[in-house]
């Protein structure tokens, strides 16, 4: 099944054009794109220890920002979704993946260790409304133990995506990938048309 059929960006084979160099064909009306191959695209284990390490990172956060207070308030420390300090556990979480996510070029710390990034198939740069969908909305839902089952859609998929990076047209590429190529010139990721 071709990939236009799909409904997003697809990863288009390389083409040499005039000046020898390699590039990816498209047939999409959209500019400013980002087209890999296959192999550019994060896979899922990597994309889970970068989760588990945000999770680390979360967890301090929470400890620090709400666990201090509750315990010099002597407030109970519930993990229930309905709780006060359920939602603020929440609002920690969601904040964290958003503001990282957006202010960080499409990385939060656990990307960043393990060099991988966020990228939009039809933005240049992400967007606040791709972001809140991606991060915030869809991770609200997946975060659910059911539905996250979720983000192993990401195994099967041919550009890694799970079930956020497919209602916002994203993916997570291996940074190391997109450094060799532009050291190299062998990709002209954002094709004009």
């Known amino acids: 099944m071709p990939n236009e059929e799909l409904g997003r960006p697809a990863v288009s084979p390389l083409v040499a054009n005039q000046e020898g160099n390699t ?14 191959p296959n192999y550019f695209y994060a896979g899922f284990w990597i994309r889970f220890f970068a989760y588990l390490v945000d999770n680390l990172c979360i967890t301090a956060l929470t400890a620090i920002i709400i666990g201090g207070p509750f315990n010099l308030l002597g407030l109970e420390r519930t993990s229930q979704l309905f709780s006060v300090y359920g939602i603020l556990s929440l609002v920690v979480y969601l904040a964290y993946f958003v503001l990282l996510t957006k202010l960080n070029n499409g990385q939060t710390l656990g990307k960043m260790i393990f060099g991988i990034q966020v990228i ?40 890694k995506q799970h079930l956020g990076d497919l209602f916002t047209e994203t993916s997570v590429v291996t940074l190391n990938m997109l450094k060799a190529a532009e050291h190299e010139g062998a990709l002209n990721y954002h094709e004009q048309y």
């Open 120 to 159: 939009c198939f039809s933005e240049e740069k992400l967007s606040w409304s791709t972001v809140l969908v991606r991060e915030g909305a869809c991770r609200f839902i997946l975060k659910n133990t059911l539905f996250s089952l979720g983000y192993l859609v990401a195994i099967f998929t041919p550009n």
């Open 23 to 36: 590039t990816l064909k498209s047939n999409s009306p959209k500019t400013n794109e980002h087209r890999y």
